[in-house]
C-alpha cells in the first residue's frame, strides 16, 4: 500500500544554498507533520498542518524555515541560506487527524548534508 | 528541557529474553503514548500506543504498561527476537490545542544477541 513518500532522500548543498524536501502523505490523512532528527537525537517537531493551513509553527527554528501544504495533500519544507547546522534527517509524517486515531506514520525521511 | 526522557540509551538481551525499555515525562498533560521502532536509514515504524486511560496495552509479543503516578511508562517485547534489533522511540502527545505533535525521548537501542 501506499505509505508516505518524501523526495529526495538525501541530498547534499552548499552553505548559502536554498533546499526544498517534498512529502506526499498518506492518502486521505489531514494532518502532516515534519521533524527533524539531528545526529545522536530524538526527533524534533518543526511544523504541522491540517489541511492547508498551519496552527503550529513552533518548532521551526528560524525565519530561514518555512513549510506550505496545497490541496491538502503534498507539502514543501523549504530551507534558505541553509547554515552546517541545518545538517540533519528531516521526516514527515501524516495522521489521520481524528481524536480516536493519532497514530503517526512516517516517511523514510531526506537526509540533508550542508557542506 | 526533556519532556520526554529515555535513560537507557542501550540495552543488549539474549534471545528468548523479556526486553524491558523505560520511558519517563514530565509533562503532566500527555495524555497518549507510542511506541516506534526504527532501522538505520528508514523513517520510524509504529508499534503499539496506550491512552491514558489505560494502565496496559498488549499486542502480541509487545505489551506496554503506563504508571501515572510515577509519570512512567515500560514496553515490555517478549520473547525477543534477532530482529527485534532496532532504536525504540517512546513519544507522547497532548490532543487539542492546536497540536497534536508528538515530543520524543532520544531513543534506545536495542541488540538482541542469537
Known amino acids: 500500500g501506499a505509505g508516505v513518500s518524501q523526495s529526495p532522500s538525501n541530498k547534499v548543498t552548499e552553505k548559502g544554498k536554498d533546499v526544498e524536501l517534498r512529502c506526499d502523505p498518506i492518502?486521505?490523512?489531514?494532518?502532516l507533520y515534519w521533524y527533524r532528527q539531528s545526529l545522536g537525537q530524538g526527533l524534533e517537531f518543526l511544523i504541522y498542518?491540517?489541511?492547508?493551513?498551519?496552527?503550529?509553527k513552533s518548532g521551526l527554528p528560524s525565519d530561514r524555515f518555512s513549510a506550505e501544504r496545497t490541496g491538502g495533500s503534498v507539502s514543501t519544507l523549504t530551507i534558505q541560506r541553509t547554515q552546517q547546522e541545518d545538517s540533519a534527517v528531516y521526516l514527515c509524517?501524516?495522521?489521520?487527524?481524528?481524536?480516536?486515531?493519532?497514530?503517526?506514520?512516517f516517511g523514510a525521511g531526506t537526509r540533508l548534508s550542508v557542506l | 528541557d526533556q519532556q520526554v526522557k529515555q535513560n537507557s540509551p542501550s540495552l543488549s538481551v539474549q534471545e528468548g529474553r523479556i526486553s524491558i525499555l523505560n520511558c519517563d515525562y514530565t509533562n503532566s498533560m500527555f495524555d497518549y503514548f507510542l511506541w516506534y521502532k526504527k532501522y538505520p536509514a528508514e523513517g520510524p515504524t509504529f508499534l503499539i500506543s496506550?491512552?491514558?486511560?489505560?494502565d496496559k496495552n498488549e499486542d502480541g509479543r509487545f505489551t506496554v504498561f503506563l504508571n501515572k503516578s510515577a509519570k512512567h511508562l515500560s514496553l515490555h517485547i517478549v520473547p525477543s527476537q534477532p530482529g527485534d534489533s532496532a532504536v525504540y522511540f517512546c513519544a507522547a502527545s497532548v490532543f487539542g490545542g492546536g497540536s497534536e505533535k508528538l515530543v520524543f525521548g532520544k531513543g534506545t537501542k536495542l541488540t538482541v544477541n542469537p
Open positions: 509524517a501524516s495522521s489521520p487527524g481524528t481524536s480516536y486515531n493519532r497514530i503517526q506514520y
Open positions: 496506550i491512552s491514558s486511560i489505560k
Open positions: 498542518f491540517q489541511g492547508n493551513s498551519a496552527p503550529d
Open positions: 492518502s486521505g490523512h489531514t494532518a
